[in-house]
């Protein structure tokens, strides 16, 4: 007996379909981009922001500070 039958001679609606991993909440209906994918996106450009946030005060710890110290250049605005 198939499942459709027996589903049918106990009473039981229709099975569920699995929804398409493709379909699943997009943003916009012609966009093919799912709601996870999107959070996914904004995790990696906030972590992407922070470490070009770093790597901006580590250049200019070395720019104001390591450099000058080292005797690689000076300062413009220092006598």
């Known amino acids: ?3 459709a039958r ?6 039981l609606p229709p099975r569920q379909r ?7 909440e997009r943003f916009i209906a012609w966009l093919p981009l799912t709601r996870a994918q999107g959070a996914q996106f904004v995790d990696i ?3 992407g922001a922070w470490i070009g946030i770093g790597a ?12 000058p ?11």
Do not use: N, Y
Not at 6 to 11: C, E, K, L, T, V
């Open 1 to 3: 007996m198939g499942e």
């Open 6 to 11: 027996r589903r049918a001679s106990q009473g």
């Open 18 to 24: 699995k929804p398409d991993p493709k379909e699943a």
């Open 45 to 47: 450009t906030t972590r």
């Open 56 to 67: 901006l005060v580590v250049l200019w710890v070395v720019v104001r500070f390591i450099g």
């Open 69 to 79: 110290a080292a005797g690689w250049w000076t300062l413009a605005d220092m006598p």
